[in-house]
Every structure is written in structure tokens, then in C-alpha cells.
């Protein structure tokens, strides 16, 4: 029987090796992933979880390594497999700050998990899959690709915030992410199929190239927008789609609410840039007014919620809400000034927010988390470093100078006044007075002088972690310039040089 | 690098003291004020007068992308108050009493805060000023809130935290806002005091500039801070915060708001309110002052009263005016350190800060008596004493603007005696009545008043000696 | 004919759906599923896909949904508890849900389909032939992805449906 279809089959070893040299961080923390895998199912119970976790960072660490190779000596970035991925730099970006994510989380977790009693192998196995996931988002060019990648990164957190099977609290964060998150992809993907009957591929550039100003008349692409936008903005925890936030940072387990605060919003950022700002540039007056809403109601409602919380998990949530609004002006306005921006803040936030996620997680005890404001009592003469760490994270995150988190805003903001932005900008300023109230009263118990004298002990990885992440909170702000120049190489193949 | 070295200096000493043992904080602490004071003094000696544009500058490129320097520079009207500065954290880390709590803490967080106000008066690109300006709010804070005095000093720190900030971070605002109005993308304040955006543009950033340090200053009616902040700070402390750091925001106003914006026209006109406001300040500053029984308050409140003596110079766009403001800024931290350390020492030994509780003190401290009615007279404006040349000159400047300013400031002259005086005579003269002190004044601390006592009349007989070198300006859009 | 078709499929779908979420019985919410899934199933069909129609019936209503089915005959009938009233919510979201369909109604007034490319054979859509040729030439990132995703999924299933929690 003849073929009904004439195809050319031809796939070359040479485009094979470029196809995949595209994507080799990816590919290569899939390796890793495959074989840490493996290597749970081999070892016996006892050395499991160590070999896991030493996998872990190993890939994680070859993953880093690949990608910034490719920075430096690649020849750029290419479409690889038929237009669906591609390794520019700005994926590279975004692979480089995946896995310093995944390393970080993997220090941290090493003895949370131990002192819990959670399967450790399992743990650092689910992390792994998110940061594959959370890279095929960032570099993913095609509508498809996008969606899966969000959908892998976002299964593996569902269980990942349930892995504390025997606390009701993380079996209801998990659930809630679950109901929450379907309903949001739901959305998201909806959009893309608008997307699509009006553009005919679902290649991003090739939908930037098909769509220009005039789509704007066709009411399929208005409503893909707008549903593709409602699903981001659910992603990335902005208002009025943030509830589910709160309730899941308070039940998943600390070092999985310390990942996802910054891995699931810098990843939904990147789709979100992608898909709006790389994909529909002609269309930038509708999306734009959408984010700005949804920046506006992001920036109010997370720093006016925070103020009331009593639990840190859930204040950290809200000003995560906050912070998601403040990075959203940078996305708002575009070019290469907002969009290096958006990469400066997204990498730097990555170290100041997870500082503080991480010194919460040292006073977990093996009952649970501890996150009240009375669980910091008199830190400063249990553990004077993390009392002067933990004051570093809360004054970045308030945006004090010198830390990185004045510098990322300044760079934000002005990206925002030169885009002609000047009432959100004035806003973020305002709703940034109201922040530095609830970020500086988490101090106040850290150095109140108390009687309690019960150490917290950290271990060496934490430590690192710890250290890590203050050093680079106050260095990159001291001197920003280079985090800022990777950000607009990242930024160029989007914005444009 | 001379420069560089009188604000890193103390911030590098500061990181060093958080860590030693507290015995030997104090006496380090000092050596590394005097020698951030030697260089800042060698700054001064040097100095050429009536030089054009900013000296012993520096420009290091921080933020390409941004077009932000790390530029530093001096002129006629930064240089004082570096010095003022310098001298006044050896003056406050002397007087810190050996028996404070965490000693080393405290003394670290003095010199932090005296390396961020060095920062904010040396800066010359808008960027590097609003670091430091920022910058020198941590220290503060967690000074007031960790070492204040009083029932609630954590609310009294937050309160002044958060109102700052309102103002600094809405001058964010205006800090970009200059960089993308001004059409040249640069954030250096030579540059930008001669570009000048349409008025009312003018009139927005001037607001939000003007907001900011008229909180800082403080200037009526933003100054609601200033009471709680100043009783609960401890003394030593508010040596550098009254004396210098109210000091920044007039220095805001002189070397920012002034030049940056000749015309800043919109809903009103700001150089008629900002004056205005000054002698309001000036009258409702003293008034409250009369009112007050605490002695502290009492002080807090003829600090106000005295801003807007400075804040009204400055404003009256003419030479007398402003080099009045800036000697006068000079002064003013000379003398509200020796009144704030003689309240603190008088209430010590009393056992109360209430200034009717007591009466008749001069019979058992003379040399205190002695030393307290020099200071209350250089307060109160007499000649020959530093503040004289100062407020005459602020007056004569506001006359040749609009004689109705240099009238009702005029007033402020009249009332200050009354609550100066009043406090001099009802706590030390008449009949002994109250509790009785247990000693007159120490050795100790007469010498620490000396040099400030000293200074008070060498300006107040040779003013020309400062004045002479503020004729050297960094940047245009000041008067000559 | 063809309009008719996909009215009835429509409706299928709706009904399957509301019956879903508001049986009581959980055996009654899965054979609502089950219907929805047929009725999607003959919405492939008249989009031409027929691959995809045959697939969701084998796999979708008869591999998946049995599986349901499975668990909900080993757990045993039950019935859920009477739910808490709603008070105003289900008039808000009728309300809601009625303006939508107006937006969406008023929306589809003006759509423009993008037209196929010139040059493009339709006769081949929807065969096998045609997926299995897209499915490892273009589409091959994304399948082998999915099979990431469905080991991740496999994995985070057992870890969440183990009964002792310390062994394995």
C-alpha cells in the first residue's frame, strides 16, 4: 500500500547532537534523574537516601556546569527539535538559576528530611523532576512544550507538598495545590488552544510573526489572552488568584515551601515572558493591561494581608504575593531595561528567599514545623549568625540598601517610570512602606532579649546554605552589575539587544 | 580615595567592634572616630575656597546600565558638616557610659550610623546619596529599638522607621523620576542641577523630594516622629541623631531640592510654602517647648524650633540666607549636643527629667550651673557665642526675600529665651527644693564639654572662618 | 447533519459533566464520566481525528475509567455526607457563569479562523499515518517528555498510596 504521506525521515547524527546540545542541561539532569532512580532501587534501605541525595547534586551541579559552558563558549541559541526548544541564553539563564535552586534545596532538605523521618530518596527524586520541569519551562518555545513543562514541574510539587503522609495539614496543602493547579492549567491551556486556532502553530515565534496588531480585532486571541493570562497569574501566586498560597506554604514541608516560593514563580515567569512579551509583542497593549491589574491587586492584597499573619510560613507566602506584583512591572515594561530587570530580581530573590525560608526550617523539630513568631524568641543568643543572617534576609526583602533587594527594586522601578508606568511604580513604593512593617517586626522576637538558651543546631550543609545565601543577599547588591549584565544577555534573545 | 576613607573607615571599624569583647569597644571605638576625624579635618585644611565644582572627587562606574557612578565630592556646603560629623560620633562614643549592655554592639552601631550620614553628605550621584540615606536608617533603628529609654521604645523606633521610610522610599520615586524626565539618563547631581524638566513636572519630584526631607529635617508638620524618637533615644546616641542626621534632610534641601528644581510651579509654589512652613515650625517649635516639663522633650522640641531657622535660610535663595543655613547647621549640632548631655546628666543625678520636680541644683553644682548657662545663652542667639552670626544671617537673607518671613521668624528670637531661661532658672536657681544631686559634675565630663563650649565661641567671635570656604559650590543653581 | 450530531454530543458532555459533580453516590459520578468521555470521543470524530477517537474510547473510557471503577467497587458503596448549604454562592455563580457565556457569545461574533496554509494535504488529518509520523519527527520533545511526566506521576503514586509508611 503506498504511503499517504511523503515525510521527509532523515535525522541526522549531526542534528541529533545539535538538537540535543540545545537542550543538554535538561538532558543532562534527566540523566541524573534516571539513574538516581536507579540507584534507590539497588541500594540497600540504610545508604539509599545519602547515594540519592549525592546524585542529586551531582546532577545538579553537572546541569550548572553544562549551561554555563554553553554560555560562555556556545554559539548561541538555536530551534532545536522542529522549532519546540531551544538553549538561548535566556533558557540558559534560567537553567543556571534551576539548579543553584536544586542544590540549594537539597543542602537544606538533607537534614530536615533526616529529622522528620521522611523517605529521603523519594524527597530529593520529586525535586529533581520539578527542576526538569521547571527548565523545559524556560526553555521551551513552542505553546506545547510550555505545558508540559509546567505540568511536570507542577505534578511533581503536588506530591512533593504531600509528603508528609502522617500530617493532615501537607495531605490538605496537597490537595488544595492539586484542585487548584488543574483548575489553572485547565485555564492556561484553554488560552493556547485559543491562541492556536488564531495563529495556526504553536511555535512561539512563529506565533510572533503571524499575529500583529491587527489580531487584536479577533476576539479568539483577546480571550486566549485573557485565559492564558488568569492561568499564569494562578501560577506565579498574584492576586486575585493567590488563595491557594497561603494555605499551601503553610502545610508543605519547609524546604518544599522554600523551593516552590522561588522555583514555580521564576519558572511561571518565564513562561510568562515567553509567551507574552516573546510570542504576541503586537498584542503588548491588552496582555500589558492585564498584568498591570493583576500587578496593582498583587502588590495591595499580599502586603496587606501579611500584616496579620501570625505564622511565618503564611507571612512569607503573602509577601511572596507582593513580590510577585513588584517583578510584574518589570514585565510589564518590557525592552531590554525591564526584562534584565525581571532576571536580576528572580535571581536575587532566589538567595534572600530562600535565606529565609531556610532559617525557619532549622527550628523544625521532629514533631514539625515550628513557624510561629515565638519559635524566633531570643535567636540572637541561640544562634547570633542566624540572628544577623535572618536580619539581613528580612531587610533585603523590605528592599534596604545596600542588599540586592533595593537594587532589584530600583532596577524594576525604573524600568517601570521609563515604560511609562509611573502610578503602579508609585504604588509598589507605597505598599513597600506597608511591607517593611511586618518584615522588620519578624525581627523584633530574633532580638528581644529572652530567657530561652535552647540551641539550633544546623548542619554543615545547612550552614552553607545559610551563608550562601547572606553573602550573595549583600554582595550582588554591593556590586549588581554583573548579575545585571547576565540578566540582559538572558533578556536579549526576547527583547532584543 | 580620601573620601572613601572617611566613611569606610567607620564602617569597617564598626564590623570589627561587633565581635571584640566588650571591655575594649569604647577605646576603639574612639581611636577610629579620631582617625576618621583627622582625615576629615585634613579635608578641611585643605579645601580651597571659592573653587568651582566638587574637590577631592571621585567617579567610579557602579551600574553601566544604569548610567550609575560611585562618584563622592566636596564642596563649600558638605564640608562642614563631614567635619561636623566626624567630631560629633568622637564626642558621642566618649560620652557612652562603660556600663551599657553589649557595649560592643552599641558602639558598632554608632559608627555604622556615622559612616552612612558621612556616606549621605559626601555622595554626589542621586543613586549613591539614597543608598546611604537609606542605609543609615538600620543602624538607627535598631539603636533606638535595643538601646532606648522608656516604656516603649520598640514602638518609638518603628514609628520612626516607618515614617522615614514613607518619605524616602516616595523620593525613590523621585530619584528615578529625574533620571527619565531630565531627558539625559544620568543620575549625576552636577549634571542634573542644570537640566531642568517643565515645572510641573518640577513641582511632582520636588514634592516627593521635599516630602522626604521634611521628614528627616524635621520640618512642621512632618515632625509628629521627633518627640518619641528623641526621649527614647539614650543620650549618647542623640548626639549623632539630633545633631547630625536632622542635619541631612536640611543638607537635602540645600543640595537637592534647591538646585535640582529653579521652578517647581503646579498646585501652589513651593518656594513661598516651604518658607512658610520653616516659620511655622520656628513659632510652633518654641511654643511647645514653653509647654514642656520634661527636660528632654523640652530640648527635642527648641531643636525643631531651630531647624526652621535653617530650613527658612535655605529657602531664602540668597547668599546670606544660605551660607546662614549652613553655619547655622554647623552650630546647631554643637549646641543641642551640649544642651542634650547636660539635660542627661542634670536628670542622672535629680533622678527625674521633670524641670518643676526640681529647683535650687546650682547651690550643690556650680560648675554644672557654670557650664549650663554658657550653653543656654549660645542657645538663645547672644553675640559672641556661635549661634548669633548664624541666625542673624538666616534672618537678613529671609528680609531680602520677603520681609514678612524674617518678622514672624523673628518671633522664635523672642521665645526662645523664655524657655531657655526658664529652664536655666527654674532648675538651678532659687531656693533648693526637690531632690538633692549627689555630685556636681565630673572631671570626665567637663573635658568632654570643653571642646564643644570652646568651639561655641571660637565661631561665634571668627565665623568667617567657615563661611569663608563655603564660597567654593559643586554644582550650579545655588546662589553665590 | 453534522450540526445535529455535535448538539447531541454537546449535551452528552454537559450533562456528563454536571452529573459528575453533583451525584452523591460515587459510582453514579464515574458512569457520568463515562459518558462524557463518549461524548467527547464522537466530538474527535466529527473534528476528523480519527486516531484520537478510537484511543480516547479504548484508553480514556475503557482502560482509565474501569480503573475508576475498580477502586470505587473496592471501597465499598457509600454515600457522601449531605453537603453544606451554599447560600448565596450558587446564585453568584449562576450570574457569573450567565455573563461569561454572554461575553463569550458576543466574542464569537467577529472571530476569524486562521485559514490552513496553501499546500497542505487534508486528506491524511487525523490517520495514523499521520500522528505516528508527527509523534517522532516534530512532535518528539514533547512525547518524550510526556513519559517523564507519566514516571513522575507513577512514582508520586506510590509513594501517596502506600500503606506502611517506613518500608520499601
Known sequence: MSPLLTVDLTYTWSQALADLSQIAAVATLTGFFLFAIVVDLVLPKHRRGGAVAMTAVTGFAFALATAAYRWVYGQGGASAYHGFATGDNFALFFEILFATLGILTVALSHSYVRKRGLLESEFHILIMAAVIGMMVLGSATSLVTVFLGLELLSIALYIACGFVRTESRSQEAAAKYLLVGGFASAFVLYGMALIYGGAGTTVIPEIAKRLDATSSGNPLIILGIVLMGVGFAFKVSAAPFHMWTPDVYQGAPLPVTAFMSVGTKAAAFAMIVRVFSGGLPHLAPEWQALLAFVAATSMVVGNLMAIAQTSLKRLLAYSGVAQAGYILIGVIAGGQSGLSAVLYYLFVYMFMNFGAFAVITLLAGPEGDRDRFSDLEGLARRNPVMAVLMSVFMLSLAGFPPSVGFFGKLFLFTAGVSAGYTWLVVLAVIMSVVSVFYYVRVLVPVWTASARTDRVPASISSQGVLWLSGVASVALGVYPTTVLLLGQLGANPISGP | ?480 | MAIAIFFIAAAMAVAGAVGVVSFREPIRSVLSLVVVMLALAILFLLLSAQFVFVVQIIVYAGAVMVLFLFVIALFGPSRELARTRLRFQSWLSGLFVLALLGLIWAMLQGVQYRQPDKGVDLSVFGTVQAIAVGLFTTYLYPFELTSILLLVAAIGAIYLSRKRIDDL
Not at chain 2, 169 to 194: N, P, R, S, W
Open chain 2, 1 to 480: 580615595m580620601t573620601l572613601t576613607v572617611i566613611w569606610l573607615l567607620p564602617l569597617v571599624g564598626s564590623g570589627l567592634i561587633a565581635f571584640i569583647p566588650p571591655r575594649f569597644a569604647k577605646w576603639l571605638g574612639v581611636v577610629v572616630a579620631l582617625a576618621a576625624l583627622a582625615v576629615a579635618a585634613g579635608v578641611a585644611f585643605s579645601f580651597e575656597p571659592g573653587y568651582r565644582g566638587y574637590q577631592y572627587s571621585e567617579a567610579v562606574p557602579w551600574i553601566p546600565q544604569l548610567r550609575v557612578f560611585y562618584r563622592l565630592g566636596v564642596d563649600g556646603i558638605s564640608l562642614w558638616l563631614v567635619v561636623l560629623n566626624a567630631f560629633l560620633t568622637v564626642v558621642a562614643i566618649l560620652a557612652t557610659p562603660i556600663a551599657t549592655r553589649h557595649l560592643n554592639r552599641f558602639v558598632a552601631l554608632m559608627l555604622a550610623m556615622s559612616a552612612g550620614l558621612a556616606g549621605v553628605f559626601m555622595a554626589t550621584d542621586l543613586v549613591l546619596f539614597y543608598v546611604f540615606w537609606e542605609a543609615m536608617l538600620i543602624p538607627a533603628y535598631f539603636l533606638l529599638w535595643i538601646f532606648g529609654e522608656g516604656d516603649r521604645p520598640a514602638r518609638a523606633a518603628l514609628k520612626f522607621v516607618l515614617y522615614t521610610l514613607a518619605g524616602s522610599l516616595l523620593m525613590l520615586v523621585g530619584v528615578i523620576g529625574e533620571y527619565v524626565f531630565t531627558g539625559k539618563q544620568t543620575f549625576d547631581l552636577a549634571t542634573l542641577a542644570t537640566l531642568a524638566p517643565s515645572p510641573s513636572i518640577q513641582f511632582g519630584l520636588f514634592s516627593v523630594f521635599a516630602l522626604a526631607f521634611a521628614i528627616k529635617t524635621p520640618l512642621f508638620p512632618f515632625h509628629s516622629w521627633l518627640p518619641d524618637a528623641y526621649a527614647a533615644a539614650p543620650t549618647p546616641m542623640l548626639i549623632t541623631f539630633a545633631g547630625v542626621m536632622g542635619k541631612a534632610g536640611a543638607y537635602g534641601f540645600l543640595r537637592i531640592a534647591v538646585p535640582l528644581f529653579p521652578e517647581p510651579v503646579g498646585w501652589w509654589d513651593w518656594r513661598w510654602v516651604v518658607p512658610v512652613l520653616a516659620v511655622a515650625a520656628i513659632i510652633w517649635g518654641a511654643l511647645m517647648a514653653i509647654a514642656q516639663r520634661d527636660m528632654k522633650l523640652l530640648v527635642a522640641y527648641s531643636s525643631v524650633s531651630h531647624m526652621g531657622f535653617i530650613v527658612l535660610g535655605i529657602f531664602s535663595y540668597n547668599v546670606q540666607g544660605q551660607q546662614g543655613a549652613i553655619l547655622q547647621m554647623v552650630n546647631h549640632g554643637i549646641i543641642i549636643s551640649a544642651l542634650f548631655l547636660i539635660v542627661a546628666w542634670i536628670s542622672d543625678r535629680a533622678g527625674t527629667r521633670d524641670r518643676s520636680a526640681m529647683a535650687g541644683l546650682a547651690a550643690r553644682m556650680p560648675v554644672m550651673a557654670g557650664v549650663f548657662i554658657v550653653v543656654t545663652l549660645a542657645a538663645l542667639g547672644l553675640p559672641g557665642l556661635n549661634s548669633f552670626a548664624g541666625e542673624f544671617m538666616t534672618l537678613l537673607g529671609a528680609w531680602q526675600r520677603a520681609p514678612a518671613l524674617a518678622l514672624f521668624g523673628a518671633i522664635g528670637l523672642v521665645l526662645a529665651p523664655v524657655y531657655m531661661l526658664r529652664l536655666f532658672q527654674g532648675v538651678m536657681q532659687g531656693p533648693p527644693a526637690g531632690p538633692v544631686p549627689r555630685s556636681d559634675i565630673y572631671i570626665g565630663q567637663l573635658l568632654l564639654l570643653a571642646p564643644l563650649v570652646i568651639l561655641m565661641f571660637v565661631i561665634g567671635l571668627d565665623p568667617n572662618a567657615l563661611t569663608s570656604l563655603m564660597t567654593s559650590l559643586g554644582q550650579a543653581g545655588l546662589a553665590r
